[in-house]
């Protein structure tokens, strides 16, 4: 019982020298320190992921776009179109894109890399129909002339057809004129 008694008395004193009770408290900080640097290491791993995860993805839409333009070009236009599937891709798009840019923001900030708060994007608004091109004057050749003429001979006389054939016959005059 005596070698019991003076076997805890030197582990007595051992786990409640000061020296102990200090290098243990060293330890736990050190393990402490090494945890939280860890951790954010894994963090700014992870922002770095995602930030070349969003580039990939840009350079994959911009990839995507210019062989749709291209295969588009290839075919012959259209009249009327269904909604396209760049449409209904851009609007799926649009629904995830405020959120996923507000969280690439976020990692960008905290990897240091300047970048700018993401701001919403505007609604689409309908497309305006392009203005059309007015036809190149034409000079009327003699078959045209005659195909007036003709067709003079056979309409009534209106305030408007006869403005209409006073500026035809003009125009053959001086065609006839040009070529004397």
């Known amino acids: ?16 020298d000061a020296e102990t ?3 243990y408290k060293q330890a736990v900080t050190l393990t402490w320190e090494i945890v939280r640097e860890t951790g954010l290491l894994l963090w700014l791993t992870i922002c770095l992921v995602f930030v070349g995860a969003e580039g990939f993805w840009q350079k994959s839409i911009a990839l995507g776009r210019a062989s749709r333009n291209w295969y588009e070009g290839l075919q012959a236009p259209k009249e009327t179109e269904s909604k396209s599937a760049t449409e209904m891709g ?6 995830l894109g405020l959120g996923a840019k507000t969280l690439l923001y976020q990692a960008k900030q905290q990897l240091d890399i300047e970048a700018e ?26 078959p045209a ?9 056979s309409e009534s006389s209106t305030p408007e057809s006869i ?3 006073s500026e035809t016959a003009a125009a053959a005059e001086e065609l006839d004129a040009d070529d004397d």
């Open 1 to 16: 019982m005596e070698k019991l008694k003076s076997q805890v008395g030197k582990l007595g004193d051992i786990i409640f």
């Open 21 to 23: 009770g200090a290098t």
């Open 90 to 95: 851009q609007s799926a798009l649009s629904a």
């Open 117 to 142: 708060p993401p701001a919403p994007k505007p609604r689409p608004t309908e497309a305006k129909a392009a203005p059309t091109p007015e036809p190149a004057p034409v000079k009327p050749t003699e």
């Open 145 to 153: 002339i005659a195909a007036v003429a003709a067709e003079s001979k």
């Open 163 to 165: 403005t209409a054939k």
